[in-house]
C-alpha cells in the first residue's frame, strides 16, 4: 500500500510518500513559507536529486497541491497517478484525553481534535488544516491521525497529576499529557527487538534528544511517566525551551523586565534552553560542541546544564520502574552527537552501565554502546516517526 503521510505546521509542510509492503520511501520532502512570501517545495525521489521549486503557496492547500504534483509528474514522479495513494497519515500534535491512540479521521474524530486545540493552540490548528486540504484534494482517500501524545496516555494518574487543586484538572484537564509519543513508541519497540527480547519483560528509558527533547519510562512496552507536561515546555533543557524551572521566576522576570505573560511565555519556548544558557550562541549542538572545544564557556555551561538534566531525569525514571533493563538515545542529538551520549552514561555508572567508548562512534544505525556484560544496555536507535505513522495508518485503514 501507498502511504502519504503529512506533518503540517502552520507554515510548515513535511511529507513522505512511503511503500507500505517493503516499508520504502518513495520521496519525501517539505513545503516552506506557506502562506508567507517566498514559499518553496522541496522535492527528493528515493535514488535521485533534490529538486527545490520557488513557488506561491498562500494556502495548506495550495502546498498539498504541489506536493501531488511533484510526486505524478512526468519526470521525476514516483507514480502514475493520484489513485495509486491509498491513504494518508497525518500527524496530531494533541490528542488530549480523548485520544489513547491513532484514530480513523471522520468528523466526529476532527470535532474531537478541534476540543483538544485549546491545549495546543499552536498546533492542532495548523494539523487540522492539513487535514482539511488533503480531504478536499483527495475525497476518497482513506486518512488516519497518529497522535503525539497517545502513546502517554497509559500513564498512571499519580505521574500525569500536577500538584496543583485537583478542579483544574476537573474543569480543564490541567495534567501531564507528554510528547514525541509515536517516536518514544516506536524506539522502545526497536529497542526490545534490537536486543532480542520481549518488550512485556521490560523496563526502558527512552531519551528522545533532539531540538526538542524529552525522556519517556516504558515499562511493559507501556508509557508510564514522561518529561513533557500540559505542553512540550516542561522537563529537559533543549534547543531554545526551558524545560523545567521554579513557576516563580516567572512573576519575579516578568516585575524585573515588565514583560506580559505572553512575552515570558515566548522567552521560556524561544529564547530559553541551551541557546538562553549559551547567551545566544546557538540552539545547535554542533555549534556548542564547536565553542566547547575551543574552551567557551558558554559552550560548555551550556552542554553541561543539558547532560545534568538529560541523566536526573534517567534516574528518576529508574526509581520510577525500580529498575531499568535498557536505555534508549534517540532524535538529532541521541542519534549523532556521540560526545553527549558519552558524557551522560559517564555518571550512570551506579546503574551497572559499562559503556563502550569504541563502539559509540556510531552514527545511522541501531548500535549497542555498552559493553556486551553491562548490566544495563544502551543503544542508540535512529527514531523514524513517519515509518511508525505509515504502520498506524496502514493498521486502521
Ligand atoms: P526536531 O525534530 O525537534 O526539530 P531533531 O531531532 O531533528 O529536532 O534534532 C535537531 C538537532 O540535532 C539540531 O538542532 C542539532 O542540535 C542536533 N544535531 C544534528 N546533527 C548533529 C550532529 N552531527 N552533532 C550534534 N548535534 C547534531
Not at 480513523?104 to 478541534?114: G, L
Not at 495534567?175 to 534490537?194: C, D, I, L, N, Q
Not at 500540559?230 to 519575579?252: N, Q, V
Not at 543539558?306 to 536505555?327: E, H, L
Request: negative net charge; aromatic residues 6%; glycine residues 8%.
Amino acid at each position: 500500500m501507498k502511504v502519504l503521510v503529512i506533518n503540517c505546521g502552520s507554515s510548515s509542510l513535511k511529507y513522505q510518500l512511503i511503500d507500505s509492503d517493503v516499508e520504502k520511501v518513495l520521496a519525501k520532502g517539505l513545503c516552506e513559507r506557506i502562506g508567507i512570501e517566498g514559499s518553496q517545495i522541496v522535492y527528493t525521489p528515493a535514488g535521485g536529486e533534490k529538486e527545490i521549486t520557488v513557488s506561491p503557496m498562500p494556502t495548506h492547500k495550495q502546498a498539498i497541491q504541489m506536493v501531488l504534483d511533484a510526486l505524478t509528474n512526468d519526470k521525476t514522479g514516483v507514480i502514475k497517478s493520484l489513485a495509486e495513494v491509498e491513504a494518508v497519515g497525518h500527524r496530531v500534535v494533541h490528542g488530549g484525553e480523548e485520544f489513547a491512540s491513532s484514530a480513523k479521521i471522520t468528523d466526529e474524530m476532527i470535532a474531537a481534535v478541534e476540543k483538544c486545540s485549546d491545549l495546543a493552540p499552536l498546533h492542532n490548528p495548523a494539523n487540522l488544516i492539513g487535514i482539511r486540504a488533503c480531504q478536499e484534494l483527495m475525497p476518497n482517500v482513506p486518512m488516519v491521525g497518529v497522535f503525539d501524545t497517545a502513546f502517554h496516555q497509559t500513564m498512571p494518574e499519580k505521574a500525569y497529576l500536577y500538584g496543583l487543586p485537583y478542579k483544574y484538572y476537573e474543569k480543564y484537564k490541567v495534567r501531564r499529557y507528554g510528547f514525541h509519543g509515536t517516536s518514544h513508541s516506536y524506539v522502545s519497540k526497536r529497542t526490545a527487538e534490537f536486543l532480542g527480547k520481549n518488550i512485556e519483560d521490560m523496563k526502558i528509558i527512552v531519551c528522545h534528544l533532539g531540538n526538542g527533547a524529552s525522556v519517556s519510562a516504558v515499562m511493559g512496552g507501556k508509557s508510564v511517566d514522561t518529561s513533557m507536561g500540559l505542553t512540550p515546555l516542561e522537563g529537559l533543557i533543549m534547543g531554545t525551551r526551558s524545560g523545567d524551572i521554579d513557576p516563580a521566576i516567572m512573576e519575579f522576570v516578568s516585575k524585573k523586565e515588565n514583560l506580559t505573560m505572553d512575552q515570558m511565555m515566548n522567552v521560556l519556548n524561544k529564547e530559553s534552553g541551551v541557546y538562553g544558557l549559551s547567551g545566544g550562541l546557538s540552539s545547535d549542538f554542533r555549534d556548542l560542541e564547536d565553542a566547547a572545544a575551543k574552551n567557551d564557556p558558554a559552550g560548555i555551561r551550556a552542554r553541561a546544564a543539558f547532560n545534568y538534566r538529560v541523566i536526573k531525569y534517567i534516574g528518576a525514571y529508574a526509581a520510577a520502574m525500580n529498575g531499568v533493563d535498557a536505555i534508549a538515545f534517540t532524535a538529532g542529538v541521541g542519534e549523532n552527537d556521540a560526545l553527549v551520549r558519552e558524557d551522560i552514561c559517564a555518571s550512570l555508572t551506579y546503574l551497572g552501565i559499562d559503556f563502550d567508548s569504541e563502539a559509540n562512534k556510531v552514527r545511522g544505525k541501531e548500535t549497542l554502546i555498552s559493553k556486551a556484560d553491562s548490566k544495563v544496555a544502551v543503544v542508540m536507535i535512529p527514531t523514524d516517526e513517519e515509518m511508525a505513522i505509515c504502520r498506524e495508518t496502514v493498521a486502521l485503514v
